[in-house]
């Protein structure tokens, strides 16, 4: 393939690469996001015991046993039989009260605890129901352009231009960089030319390059603005998502999310026209 075509085909290839990378790490980040929303449904839908507090229960104790020595204290003055001192009645209708009163305080309070805790349980499994919604919207378009993207790029890798080794973004990046800026004319070494897999191996072996990895050096030209490009793209949609759970009533796709998507199409579909349907 002469040189000219080499660079449009590698700008095709690279400008792929760079929508499924944003497609994947966005996928990602929004699927930790459903997992951690989906989290707070589960809690705020779990059934909960009430705890009854020792204190109480200890009240509620006490005053059974003041209760049956008051009992027991009344049948003694209705029988001729049983003598009781007065004193005692009263002390055991004290305990009664006070023991009686500390229970149904306990249990007021205990029941007022109980429903703040349901309360924000609820809240939590309605905000985590509305999470999940608005993310799978967003996730619909995302994960649709992914696997647009993906198929087209299978399509163009199958032509056996790129080895396969070589068919990821940083790879391709580089290889667009070397012919762009003159330094070879080809993948493949030719004659005094080293092509640009010789290169991109030398450099990657000297540490020049770091492959694989969300990092490149500075005279890295393409790979920086690509990556500038990828973070860009990536934060705008996670932020527009996050803004649509935390500040909208309603469930819906939002703008960013629907621009990467447009763009995807419009991008692959020039692709595919130039490419596929022209040869």
């Given at each position: 393939?002469?040189?000219?075509?080499?660079?449009?085909?590698?700008?095709?290839?690279?400008?792929?690469?760079?929508?499924?990378?944003?497609?994947?790490?966005?996928?990602t980040r929004l699927s930790e996001k459903y997992k951690a929303a989906k989290q707070n449904f589960d809690r705020g839908n779990q059934k909960r015991i009430i705890q009854k507090n020792p204190s109480s229960i200890f009240a509620l104790g006490i005053c059974i046993w003041a209760i049956c020595f008051e009992a027991a204290g009344i049948y003694s003055t209705i029988s001729p039989n049983i003598t009781a001192d007065s004193a005692s009645l009263v002390i055991g209708g004290i305990i009664i009260l006070v023991s009686g009163g500390c229970y149904l305080n306990m249990n007021r309070k205990t029941a007022e605890k109980q429903k703040e805790e349901d309360d924000y349980a609820f809240q939590q499994a309605e905000m985590g129901k509305k999470d999940m919604a608005v993310i799978n919207e967003n996730f619909g378009p995302i994960q649709a352009a992914h696997q647009q993207t993906q198929e087209l790029l299978n399509q163009l890798y199958a032509w056996n231009?790129?080895?396969?080794?070589?068919?990821?973004?940083?790879?391709?990046?580089?290889?667009?960089?070397?012919?762009?800026?003159?330094?070879?004319?080809?993948?493949?070494?030719?004659?005094?030319?080293?092509?640009?897999?010789?290169?991109?191996?030398?450099?990657?072996?000297?540490g020049i390059i770091i492959d694989k990895l969300d990092q490149v050096l500075s005279n890295q030209r393409i790979l920086i603005e690509g990556q500038r490009q990828i973070a860009q793209s990536i934060n705008s949609m996670v932020r527009s998502v996050d803004y649509a759970c935390q500040s909208l009533d309603k469930i819906q796709r939002m703008e960013q999310v629907n621009l990467f998507y447009n763009a995807v199409t419009a991008y692959n579909s020039s692709v595919s026209k130039k490419f596929l349907l022209n040869g």
């Open positions: 393939m002469e040189k000219q075509k080499l660079i449009e085909y590698l700008e095709a290839v690279y400008g792929l690469e760079k929508q499924k990378r944003i497609a994947q790490n966005t996928m231009i790129i080895h396969p080794k070589y068919r990821h973004l940083e790879a391709c990046g580089m290889f667009l960089e070397y012919l762009s800026t003159g330094r070879t004319h080809s993948l493949e070494a030719e004659g005094a030319d080293r092509g640009a897999y010789n290169i991109y191996e030398e450099e990657l072996y000297r």
